[in-house]
């Protein structure tokens, strides 16, 4: 029964996850973006991919305070609608702002700590894309693969800063993200113990053993 | 620049006037229209007043489509957002109105909305420069500020020129949020604001002005980024000392006091060199002063555009 329910949700999410993309595509064809569509593209697509990735870290606290561990394959399911944004947001501001003009982006890129920010957190992003299918897990090992998507609260980290170097005013929105950001992390610093706050950083509370046998687990709900 | 005065024949109304807002106004006096034929609608009276101006064309270009100026800006006193100001500003009351004109001035002033309009209007097509590198053609209705200033005779230690906008946290939702220091404030040197390009708006496209573009009441400044043309002034203080502005003390490294448009001096998070103009797909060149080099690059004269971006 368990099974099932998770194919539910896993369903429900993808659906809700197409939606933004279906919206975006009908507001491009009826004149819905307004008068500047490039711009408004670059602004949706970039936050539908912070909102999806602060909703995959969101997984975790979820599914150990409802007790629900077949919540745990919609991080991946989170994780790659986020990148998907993530590439309609970089395509906008390439292709159609920028217009493929490499020696503009570059500029931007090496000049503008926000443009810069958001090449970081695109590129680090794109390898935990990358790693996701099941066969990376196998060939990185699981320890190793582990490690490397817990990159994951850097990417978030790295884009909440991108999002305030380019907020103008005293905008209450970073500050929104940025709390829930810390509600989404804290926790995950505090189970690990203050004291072994760097180990923390790379190694997970439970022991090695359960850490291999839930990732089996996780891979056959897949 | 060479200002034409063109004549009333070769307007070519179709290309500067979609005109929304009446058509929507008449609608509704439409179906009076047959009962009371014999009394002048409201509408009718206030797009007479703003018809028939004598007409500048700086651009040469089709203006941006009325739905766009009308509804992409921004005005923080109504939110962040582009669409906030047109969403926004429906509870704004731009009559009745006053514009207190003090300071260094012979004739301190009150004027009332229907004194600035017996001033001469005219018709002026400008380029519209945002900082963040967006662009329109507005053809904006109101008279030089210069014939204002004139009028209150600033005095020998007159050196610069205050603008404030109104400050009604009832009416104007993003007043109530600490995102800006209320109210408004902008400000220009006494010869900037003494231009003959230097504009008090009225109306745009023919009407008069709406509220998410600073009815009733606006500066137009062509050649500065857009954040310098403050809208819905209620009081101009001429003064000895530089005024400081909103933005400016905000940011001070990304908003300078001339603000004038320079495709040579980059915004610390984004390049100035190119512009989007609304309406159209891929970015154009921008122009030094907004293609207003000719007129005005005199005042700058010895100056270092870097510095005194």
Not at chain 1, 61 to 89: E, I, K, Q
Not at chain 1, 145 to 170: D, E, F, S
Not at chain 2, 32 to 55: F, I
Not at chain 2, 189 to 199: F, G, K, N, V, Y
Request: hydrophobic share 45%; charged share 20%; proline share 7%.
């Amino acid at each position: 029964m368990a099974g099932a329910r998770a194919i539910h949700l896993r369903t429900a999410v993808r659906v809700g996850c197409v939606l933004p993309l279906g919206t975006w595509a009908w507001w491009m064809a009826t004149g819905g973006l307004g008068a500047n569509p490039v711009e408004a593209s670059i602004r949706t697509s970039g936050q539908w991919a912070f909102w999806l990735l602060l909703a995959c870290l969101a997984v975790t606290p979820t599914r150990r305070l409802l007790r629900m561990t077949d919540l745990a394959p919609l991080r991946r399911t989170l994780g790659l609608f986020s990148f998907f944004y993530g590439v309609l947001h970089v395509v906008c501001y390439g292709v159609i702002d920028q217009a493929l003009d490499f020696g503009a982006i570059l500029t931007d890129m090496l000049k503008r700590m926000h443009i810069g920010a958001g090449v970081v957190a695109f590129v680090v992003l794109a390898l935990l894309a990358a790693t996701s299918p099941r066969r990376m897990v196998v060939w990185l090992g699981a320890m190793r693969w582990r490690r490397l998507h817990q990159l994951v609260h850097v990417v978030a980290i790295v884009t909440l800063l991108h999002i305030c170097l380019l907020t103008k005013g005293r905008s209450a929105e970073p500050w929104i993200y940025g709390v829930l950001l810390a509600l989404l992390l804290l926790p995950r610093l505090l189970s690990a113990g203050a004291p072994r706050m760097a180990a923390a950083i790379w190694h997970q509370p439970t022991p090695p053993h359960s850490r291999a046998a839930s990732l089996i687990i996780e891979s056959r709900q897949r | 620049m060479l200002i034409r005065y063109r004549q009333a024949a070769d307007l070519t109304e179709a290309q500067v006037t979609p005109r929304q807002l009446m058509v929507g106004r008449r609608s509704v006096v439409g179906w009076a229209l047959a009962a009371a034929s014999l009394l002048p609608s409201p509408a009718a009276v206030a797009s007479t007043w703003l018809q028939g101006l004598p007409r500048v064309d700086t651009v040469g270009e089709t203006p941006t489509a009325y739905k766009d100026a009308t509804s992409y800006n921004n005005f923080y006193e109504f939110g962040t957002g582009k669409s906030d100001p047109a969403r926004l500003a429906a509870d704004f009351r731009a009559r009745p109105w006053t514009l207190e004109v003090t300071g260094e001035v012979a004739r301190p002033t009150v004027f009332g909305l229907e004194d600035l309009l017996r001033f001469p209007l005219e018709e002026r097509v400008y380029r519209l420069r945002c900082v963040e590198a967006w662009s329109m053609v507005i053809p904006w209705i109101g008279f030089p500020l210069a014939e204002l200033l004139k009028r209150v005779e600033p005095t020998s230690h007159a050196k610069f020129v205050r603008f404030e906008t109104v400050l009604a946290p009832d009416q104007m939702p993003g007043q109530n949020s600490r995102l800006l220091d209320w109210p408004y404030t902008e400000g220009l040197r006494l010869d900037e604001a003494s231009h003959p390009l230097t504009l008090m708006a009225v109306g745009m496209y023919g009407d008069p002005l709406q509220s998410q573009n600073g009815a009733p009441l606006r500066l137009v400044v062509p050649r500065k980024y857009g954040f310098k043309s403050i809208k819905s002034v209620v009081r101009i203080t001429v003064a000895r000392d530089q005024p400081p502005t909103t933005w400016n003390r905000m940011s001070p490294r990304e908003y300078g006091f001339y603000a004038n448009v320079n495709p040579a001096v980059d915004h610390p998070r984004w390049s100035q060199a190119r512009e989007r103009r609304i309406g159209e797909f891929f970015k154009r060149d921008t122009l030094a002063f907004n293609g207003y080099a000719d007129d005005v690059a005199h005042l700058y004269a010895g100056m270092d555009l870097k510095e005194a971006y």
